[in-house]
């Protein structure tokens, strides 16, 4: 059974300050790997989505990264601002067969950018 | 601005009373997928369904959960009875299979059972 793990369960930084969210799985057997942005009493924003064979994605000042055999994923957020204050989530599709849609999510690094 | 859709936001009821959920997904999205969130286990997957067909419904406890699509653009998630346990977020969220299988969440509903 794939089990999503992220570490540290909260983070605190000041502004300005780049950062790192890690992210590990257990089963290296995945389609994709999805970073997930949720504010308080909020639904969940897709940030980005890496492929399998993608060793990365950016998306303005963040930029994610997949080592699939290791069961690693980082996101790295440059210059933090207080809007990017929020819980960060990483989730895990399987490949594809039975099952190929469902996500495994890890259960999130709360940031919080001090101004 | 294409969006997934949740009713209510809100739900506050007692112990022991039906609760209907509704999600309305993307336009053009053929798998739909129900989530709860709560404090203790994160994010869980209940159901999920492929052109309004149940794929994977291993999730919910099958004695007093009941997911449905009565159409493409309507979802439902039934409890009946609820209990204090049951309460939680639970989300929708929506994506196409054609797609590298990116998923859109709704809001949410958060359930409180009294």
């Known amino acids: 059974k794939q089990e999503v793990t992220q570490i540290p369960a909260a983070l605190s930084v000041p502004e300005g300050e780049n950062l790192v969210l890690n992210c590990s799985f257990t089963?290296?057997?995945?389609?994709?790997l999805q970073w997930f942005r949720q504010d308080p009493g909020k639904g969940l924003t897709s940030l980005l989505l890496i492929q399998s064979s993608q060793r990365e994605q950016t998306s303005g000042r963040l930029n994610a990264s997949l080592d699939k055999s290791s069961g690693r994923s980082t996101l790295y957020i440059a210059a933090s601002q207080p809007g990017d204050s929020a819980t960060y989530l990483c989730?895990?599709?399987?490949?594809?067969?039975?099952?190929?849609?469902?996500?495994?999510f890890g259960k999130g690094t709360k940031l919080s950018v001090i101004p | 601005d294409a969006r997934v859709t949740q009713t209510p936001r809100h739900k506050v009821t007692e112990m022991g009373q039906e609760v209907t959920m509704r999600c309305q997904p993307i336009?053009?999205?053929?798998?739909v997928f129900w989530y709860r969130q709560t404090m203790m286990q994160g994010l869980e997957l209940l159901a999920y369904?492929?052109?309004?067909?149940?794929?994977?419904d291993s999730g919910m406890p099958k004695d007093r959960f009941s997911a449905e699509m009565p159409d493409a653009t309507l979802a439902t998630l039934k409890i009946q009875p609820s209990e204090p346990r049951d309460s939680a977020v639970y989300f929708c969220a929506s994506t196409t299979s054609g797609l590298a299988g990116e998923q859109f969440f709704g809001p949410g509903t958060r359930l409180t059972v009294l």
């Open positions: 369904f492929r052109n309004r067909a149940p794929l994977d």
């Open positions: 989730a895990v599709r399987p490949t594809s067969g039975a099952g190929s849609y469902q996500l495994t």
């Open positions: 336009l053009g999205h053929n798998t």
């Open positions: 089963d290296s057997a995945i389609y994709n």
